[in-house]
């Protein structure tokens, strides 16, 4: 390898470490604020970003009204008509989701 293909050979991964560099600082703050709030952060490609509460784990669909929040014209006692309930993550047992 000559001087000019070993630079030629350097010039792409300066830039994917420029790249980076300018994706971590553009996603600084967000991704700080984040972590702060215990969120999920994926990154499936550069500047890009996938921010996830994990407590969405435990909402579920409601098991007595399938989600539908009604039981007949009943409001379902379950769920309070909102169709979701909080899962326990230790069992089965269900709460109304808030
Ligand atoms: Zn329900």
């Avoid at 996603?27 to 996938?50: E, H, I, K, M």
């Avoid at 014209?73 to 047992?93: I, S, Y």
């Amino acid at each position: 390898m000559n001087k000019r293909s070993t630079r030629q050979a350097r010039v792409p991964g300066i830039i994917t470490r420029l790249l980076a560099a300018v994706d971590r600082r553009a996603f600084r703050s967000d991704d700080a604020r984040a972590a702060d709030r215990g969120w999920q952060v994926s990154r499936p490609r550069r500047f890009t970003r996938r921010y996830r509460d994990p407590r969405w784990d435990l909402v579920a669909q409601c098991p007595i009204c399938a989600g539908e929040g009604l039981i007949g014209a009943r409001t379902c006692p379950m769920c309070d008509g909102n169709g979701r309930v909080w899962t326990d993550p230790h069992g089965d047992e269900h709460e109304r989701a808030s």
